[in-house]
């Protein structure tokens, strides 16, 4: 997998991550689920990860760099897939956008519009995120 991504918006302030590896983070959010990318999935990570203890921190970062390494597909059902994975999708399907990203979140995406749903006033800043 080709870890070139190329930033056209300003990243929300990071915690943990350089922007180096929040791009890394990205492009392999990107790779599991597609189109994910374009919500800033590194942003909720890097909150989950400054909430972390050093080493669930490495886990989480020796998780993505592994699966940067190679073809995705070569680490399936590994460990770091599997972590990966879970991040990812709970970065994406969370109905998370990064602050500063004009972007429509996943629920829009997949029609997850209950009415309850359609009523919730998203708030991160339990993950120190604001904005």
């Known amino acids: ?20 590896t929040a791009a890394l983070v990205e492009s392999v959010c990107d790779a599991i689920v597609p189109g994910s990318a374009r919500v800033g999935p590194s942003v909720y990570i890097d909150a989950l990860m400054a909430q972390m203890d050093d080493d669930a921190r490495q886990a989480v ?29 709970e970065a994406f399907y969370s109905d998370f956008v990064a602050p500063g990203v004009a972007a429509t979140g ?26």
């Not at 997998?1 to 180096?20: K, P």
């Not at 020796?62 to 770091?80: K, R, V």
């Not at 996943?106 to 309850?116: G, Q, R, Y």
């Open 1 to 20: 997998m080709s870890v070139c991504l190329i930033y056209h918006r300003r990243m929300a302030e990071l915690q943990v991550l350089d922007l180096e």
């Open 106 to 131: 996943a629920w829009e995406e997949i029609d997850f519009n209950t009415p309850l749903a359609t009523r919730l006033a998203k708030d991160w800043s339990y993950l120190g995120i604001s904005g």
């Open 61 to 89: 970062l020796g998780s993505f760099a592994t699966l940067a390494n190679g073809e995705l597909a070569d680490h399936t059902g590994t460990p770091a897939f599997l972590y990966a994975r879970a991040l990812a999708i």
